[in-house]
């Protein structure tokens, strides 16, 4: 599962990207339905994002053993500090918003993280984006609205929390981006891993209760599918391009739909199906556009 060495040349093999993205659509879904699960036996949002982190961090100290202390050193500290702060960050609205808002309208709300990495990139990287970009922003946004639906009176704490989470994936994606030309995959999610642990321990002190021993196991699955799909996730990328990957990460819908229906009696309109084949559509052109610049950008290059 994990890798010994350092980032891999990537590989044109759609298969293998098909089945790892499934695979790591498949944890990252079982994470919130065990996330809800556990919200529904009385454990706080905040302890459940702090046990997401504790056990997806012993679930990857096998790294440690196999790449040494050197996984945990890195020239990018600080960088690491405030990706940390934005996903914290989104870890406080979307679990707290699971408890809220069925599985489906806050999965299909997390589509809009691409477009937000969009106006990071305009704003904080300074680059350049064509009108077509921006039209397809502007389409993401009615789609957003079309889900969460603002001026309905269903409209609450529990959808503002997962445009948060979705603003604040999208922010720290280019930060990913950066350290990844310094660090390999493996290793940016060890030292995340790391640092979530203390930082998430400290809102959650706050709310602290033990949970009951029977919700432990299922508090302990969420950690192991949120390594399973993040993992998962990281090797679909070695294997085709982003354009490609990001096609499969629509899968993450309907296994919502499923989880919530089977397991909570969730029931999805017709409206959320539409909204997010919007914002889905919107950030699909966004990601394919990047990929066809940055090959562009290689061809002139060599």
Known sequence: MFRVSGTPGKRDDPIAALL???????GLSGLSGLAKYAGQQGVEPLMIAFFRNLFC???????L???GPSIMRSGNISLYGLRVGFQLLSMLCWFPA???IPL???????FLAPLFATVVAILYLRERVPLQRWIALAVGMVGAFIILRPLAPTFGVGQMLALGAAMAIGI????????TATDDADK????????LIPASLVPALFVWQWPALYVLPYLAGMGMCACLGHVAMTRA??????SLVATFDFARLPFAVLIGMTFFGEVTDIWTWIGSIIIFGAAFYITNSETAERKRTASKAS
Do not use: E, H
């Open 65 to 67: 053993y196999m790449r």
């Open 237 to 242: 990328y070695n294997f085709a391009d982003a």
């Open 98 to 100: 699971m408890t809220m």
């Open 57 to 63: 961090f012993l679930c990857l100290t096998p790294l």
């Open 188 to 195: 940016i999610v060890f030292i995340t891993n790391a640092i």
């Open 104 to 110: 489906a309208d806050l999965q299909a709300t997390s």
């Open 20 to 26: 790892w993205m499934t695979l790591g659509v498949v």
């Open 172 to 179: 720290g994606a280019p930060l990913v981006k950066q350290l």
